[in-house]
């Protein structure tokens, strides 16, 4: 059976609009495991710092770190809600 041209036309489209690996779906994937390694690693240094077995200024670099990772993932969330804002407000 032969696809008709409109056919052909919708599957070449398809094809080229699935998601690539590494991109934008691949860079937010890896910016979250970013993100859980920057907290993970902060909590690991805190309950080392209480046990006795890490040095507390590491942990203020951890917490400093944590700090800085938590404000830029707000950031990005604020963005996206003021982007998803602005499309609501648009006419249709």
């Known amino acids: 059976?032969?696809?008709?041209?409109?056919?052909?036309?919708?599957?070449?489209?398809?094809?080229?609009?699935?998601?690539?690996?590494?991109?934008?779906?691949?860079?937010?994937?890896?910016?979250?495991?970013?993100?859980?390694?920057?907290?993970?690693?902060?909590?690991?240094?805190a309950i080392g710092t209480m046990t006795g077995g890490a040095d507390p200024h590491a942990l203020v670099q951890a917490l400093a770190q944590t700090e800085l990772a938590v404000e830029a993932a707000v950031a990005v969330r604020n963005k996206v809600v003021e982007a998803y804002q602005e499309i609501l407000r648009m006419p249709v």
């Open 1 to 45: 059976m032969e696809l008709s041209a409109v056919a052909r036309q919708y599957e070449a489209a398809r094809s080229a609009a699935e998601p690539q690996p590494g991109g934008a779906a691949g860079l937010a994937g890896t910016a979250a495991e970013d993100f859980a390694a920057t907290l993970r690693a902060g909590e690991q240094m």
